[in-house]
């Protein structure tokens, strides 16, 4: 699933269709060749429209690519204008799409895989859990996922065929556990030997997360979200910091090499080789 990264491309897409899956959360799906080739984990930076207003390209992750269809699917939430504005898109609109972009989620290995999905975290890790069971319908994943309330969670027909098993978990308590998805996270990794965790959502959820496997050593990996304007590295406007642990042994981390740029060196991350605080 790793394989060769394909090469970006700036390209017009055209938008074949928008559903509303959930509270405020749509789907679209592109038709978009030049992109349809992406892997889990990848990105496309969208231009919604040809004037000035909104200026700057949004970054969505792909939750689903079809290289015999030429398709590739984005989800996200309506919360400012350039979402507003792809999701009110007629189908045959024009969109400008350059991608796919960044490095993937690798192969999985031989133990169970563990996605932990909070908001609009989903998309990666529907894409990788898909793809692996594709592969073997025999796999072992399972798909932890947490939002605010019932209506922001996805409906069964988009999450199912990513997980062989899935739980759920709302703030509000009015689906599945009452309380942060870390609490089911704790609960599976009691009773797991050999797993690896893939997750993906807000800052702070990633960053328990990641304690959380590193108290269970467990190796996980993070999918990072975050703003950016140029998607190729040149802004330096999407930086992370790395932990000490990350640089090179018997080396401190330089002003320039302590910082990563998510576009092109990310957006999958070793974990815990960020410095989430």
């Known amino acids: 699933m790793k394989g060769e990264r394909p090469?970006?491309?700036?390209?017009?897409?055209?938008?074949?269709?928008?559903?509303?899956?959930?509270?405020?959360?749509?789907?679209?799906?592109?038709?978009a060749g030049h992109v349809a080739q992406a892997l889990p984990g990848q990105f496309?930076?969208?231009?919604v429209r040809e004037d000035v207003?909104?200026?700057?390209?949004?970054?969505?992750?792909?939750?689903?690519?079809?290289?015999?269809t030429g398709t590739a699917d984005v989800i996200y939430e309506d919360v400012g204008p350039k979402t507003h504005i792809l999701s009110?898109?007629?189908?045959?609109?024009?969109?400008?799409?350059?991608?796919?972009?960044?490095?993937?989620?690798?192969?999985?290995?031989?133990?169970?895989?563990l996605l932990v999905g909070g908001g609009i975290g989903l998309p990666p890790l529907l894409f990788y859990g898909s793809r692996v069971l594709s592969r073997d319908?025999?796999?072992?994943?399972?798909?932890?996922v947490g939002a605010r309330t019932a209506a922001r969670h996805l409906p069964d027909g988009v999450v199912g065929g990513a997980a062989s098993r899935y739980r759920r978990?709302?703030?509000?308590?009015?689906?599945?556990?009452?309380g942060p998805v870390?609490?089911?996270?704790?609960?599976?990794?009691?009773?797991?030997?050999?797993?690896?965790?893939?997750?993906?959502?807000?800052?702070?959820?990633m960053a328990a997360v990641a304690t959380i496997c590193r108290d269970?050593?467990?190796?996980?990996?993070?999918?990072l979200e975050e703003y950016m304007a140029c998607g190729f590295g040149v802004c330096v406007g999407c930086v992370v910091e790395l932990a000490a642990e990350a640089g090179t042994p018997g080396q401190d981390l330089t002003p320039y090499s302590r910082y990563s740029r998510v576009c092109v060196d990310g957006p999958v991350y070793d974990a815990s080789q960020i410095q989430w605080a």
């Open 7 to 31: 090469s970006p491309t700036d390209a017009e897409a055209r938008v074949c269709w928008t559903v509303e899956i959930a509270e405020k959360t749509y789907l679209t799906r592109l038709d």
């Open 44 to 47: 496309l930076q969208l231009c």
């Open 53 to 68: 207003s909104p200026l700057l390209r949004m970054p969505l992750s792909v939750c689903a690519a079809d290289p015999t």
């Open 88 to 113: 009110r898109l007629p189908a045959g609109s024009p969109v400008a799409c350059m991608g796919p972009i960044g490095n993937s989620f690798p192969d999985p290995g031989t133990g169970a895989t």
């Open 137 to 144: 319908p025999q796999a072992e994943v399972s798909l932890l």
């Open 169 to 178: 978990a709302t703030d509000d308590g009015t689906s599945g556990h009452a």
């Open 182 to 205: 870390t609490d089911l996270l704790r609960e599976d990794l009691a009773d797991r030997a050999a797993v690896t965790v893939f997750t993906c959502g807000p800052a702070g959820m």
């Open 216 to 223: 269970h050593q467990v190796f996980c990996l993070a999918s």
